[in-house]
């Protein structure tokens, strides 16, 4: 017996299920690619979430962490074939008709339209058929898919053909619109509010010089670009911070032109939270790596900006269980540049006049299981009650919010979360087929150099017959013999 024939079969809840915040039922939509039944593997994800296609370019893979197949030799490449999934059924999402909800006469105001926001305000319409409004302070809808992510991980197509999708399923966008005051949603007549406004301001460094000309906040930078266009960066840009906006930011950067782009880091290379992936992409792109380095002052001079660092080593563990970084002494050293992007965290900024309780991170305080505030009426859900976290996540925590709404509004207790019916299939007949014992598919990239001059999509996507292949390596643990 083979490893692959120790391995597969046998578990109820596979792994890879568990795992996922939205608890996708993944062995179903890898069994329907290798059969090519594509709508019908697009319709098992979207049971369980309006975004098949956004989740597929960006999820972050809390599947594959877990899947058994690693034990033979590497996981699946499940969010590769969502990908692949997504982009054939495209046409599909842009053109369904989903039912226009009968009124309840019910009204929610939801503040927010990351996927958060967005998710609440589907289930809310589409499957409980309240009258949703969601108020956007940005001039388009999206949150952090919008204004975050670049378009080169995130195609802008992508998005509006899903942010479509929930427009037509009944829910109403008004952009432009900044709520500073939920009582007089009440006024106006809505019966319940849903925060999701997520976490949009940058944490500071606290050092000297950051208040100059040249030095701006990761999520101010990657605002300006996906809201305003090009911005003209000068040559060298330092990057401070070792996160997924740090690595989005150097590598946006250097697609406008900068010749030099250095991420400054304060640990290692271990413990940097970015995606490993992403790191790699931005070190065959050009851009530098310091580890162990921190920066102490920001300085301008007539010939221009330098930072001074100092280097680090790690020493002990922090509250987190994180290596944590001391400073060498006498190991200070000094970059030139014309631009420091500050890139080392992100926290919420909830209006004093909304009235809510926080916690010292500013985060809003909820009761876990509901997602209720303080205040009657009003719920929060995403990263304002997290802390920055990930799409997957905060659209589990919009469709939370979304039942708890509906039972606060309705007191209907029995409610359900999935929009598709579940589709039925024959499993047994699969036994027949081979599991393959064939090495993980590679994602084919975009060139180097056409990489570097573009904000194209640097993932192309698998071809028919890699995603069939692929598909093929999955040990179904979800099937059991019934004797
Ligand atoms: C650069 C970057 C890259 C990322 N990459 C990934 C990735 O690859 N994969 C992944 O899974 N996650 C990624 N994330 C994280 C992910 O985008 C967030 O976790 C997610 O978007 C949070 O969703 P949300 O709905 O809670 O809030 P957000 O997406 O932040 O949306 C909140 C919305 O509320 C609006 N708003 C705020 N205040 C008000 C107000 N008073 N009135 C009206 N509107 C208001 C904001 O304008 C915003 O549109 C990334 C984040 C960033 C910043
Ligand atoms: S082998 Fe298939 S069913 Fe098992 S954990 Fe991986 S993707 Fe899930």
């Known amino acids: 017996?083979?490893?692959?024939?120790?391995?597969?079969?046998?578990?109820?809840?596979?792994?890879?299920?568990?795992?996922?915040?939205?608890?996708?039922?993944?062995?179903?939509?890898?069994?329907?690619?290798?059969?090519?039944d594509l709508d019908g593997a697009a319709s098992v994800v979207r049971e369980k979430t309006p975004f098949v296609?956004?989740?597929?370019?960006?999820?972050?893979?809390?599947?594959?962490?877990?899947?058994?197949?690693?034990?033979?030799?590497?996981?699946?490449?499940?969010?590769?074939?969502?990908?692949?999934?997504?982009?054939?059924?495209?046409?599909?999402?842009?053109?369904?008709?989903?039912?226009?909800?009968?009124?309840?006469?019910?009204?929610?105001?939801?503040?927010?339209?990351?996927?958060?926001?967005?998710?609440?305000g589907y289930y809310l319409a589409r499957l409980y058929h309240h009258n949703v409004t969601v108020f956007e302070a940005d001039a388009k809808p999206g949150g952090m898919m919008r204004g975050g992510i670049p378009e080169y991980r995130l195609p802008r197509r992508v998005l509006d053909n899903e942010i479509g999708f929930?427009?037509?399923?009944?829910?109403?966008?008004?952009?432009?619109?900044?709520?500073?005051?939920?009582?007089?949603?009440?006024?106006?007549?809505?019966?319940?509010?849903?925060?999701?406004?997520?976490?949009?301001?940058?944490?500071?460094?606290?050092?000297?010089?950051?208040r100059l000309q040249d030095v701006v906040d990761g999520m101010s930078f990657l605002r300006s670009l996906n809201y305003g266009g090009r911005l003209s960066v000068g040559n060298r840009i330092i990057i401070i911070g070792g996160g997924n906006v740090a690595v989005d930011a150097a590598r946006s950067a250097k697609r406008l032109g900068a010749a030099e782009v250095t991420i400054v880091y304060r640990r290692s290379n271990e413990e940097m939270p970015a995606r490993r992936d992403e790191v790699d992409q931005a070190l065959e792109e050009g851009i530098r790596i310091l580890f162990l380095t921190t920066p102490t002052k920001i300085l301008r001079d007539k010939a221009g900006s330098h930072v001074e660092f100092v280097r680090m080593k790690l020493a002990g563990v922090d509250e987190h269980g994180r290596r944590r970084?001391?400073?060498?002494?006498?190991?200070?050293?000094?970059?030139?540049?014309?631009?420091?992007?500050?890139?080392?965290?992100?926290?919420?900024?909830?209006?004093?006049?909304?009235?809510?309780?926080?916690?010292?991170?500013?985060?809003?305080?909820?009761?876990?299981?509901?997602?209720s505030t303080g205040k009657p009426g009003v719920f929060a859900a995403g990263d304002c009650v997290t802390g920055p976290s990930s799409v997957a996540e905060a659209i589990a925590s919009g469709k939370r919010a979304a039942i708890s709404i509906h039972r606060y509004l309705t007191g209907d207790w029995k409610t359900r979360d999935e929009v598709a019916p579940h589709q039925q299939e024959i499993i047994a007949e699969m036994w027949k087929e081979d599991i393959l014992d064939t090495p993980r598919q590679r994602m084919p990239l975009l060139q180097i150099a056409e990489r570097v001059t573009s904000f194209s999509p640097v993932e192309l996507g698998f071809t028919d017959d890699m995603a069939r292949t692929e598909a093929a390596r999955c040990l179904r643990c979800d099937e059991r013999l019934t004797v």
Not at 9 to 31: N, S, W
Not at 58 to 80: L, P
Not at 336 to 344: E, H, L, T
Request: aromatic share 4%.
């Open 325 to 371: 970084p001391v400073p060498i002494p006498g190991s200070h050293m000094k970059l030139n540049c014309d631009m420091v992007i500050v890139a080392v965290g992100e926290e919420p900024d909830i209006p004093p006049s909304f009235g809510l309780t926080v916690n010292n991170n500013g985060l809003v305080r909820v009761d876990q299981e509901t997602l």
């Open 53 to 120: 296609s956004v989740l597929g370019y960006v999820c972050r893979r809390y599947c594959e962490t877990k899947c058994r197949r690693a034990e033979v030799d590497e996981a699946v490449a499940i969010n590769a074939l969502e990908r692949f999934v997504a982009d054939n059924e495209q046409h599909l999402a842009g053109s369904v008709q989903p039912n226009v909800p009968k009124a309840t006469g019910k009204r929610v105001a939801i503040i927010g339209s990351g996927p958060a926001g967005l998710t609440a």
């Open 166 to 210: 929930i427009e037509k399923s009944g829910v109403q966008i008004r952009t432009s619109t900044p709520i500073q005051d939920l009582d007089s949603l009440f006024k106006e007549g809505f019966d319940a509010v849903l925060l999701a406004v997520g976490t949009w301001r940058s944490v500071t460094l606290g050092i000297e010089g950051e």
């Open 1 to 36: 017996m083979n490893k692959i024939e120790l391995v597969k079969g046998g578990f109820e809840k596979p792994r890879c299920v568990q795992a996922c915040p939205l608890k996708i039922d993944v062995p179903r939509y890898l069994r329907a690619i290798r059969k090519g």
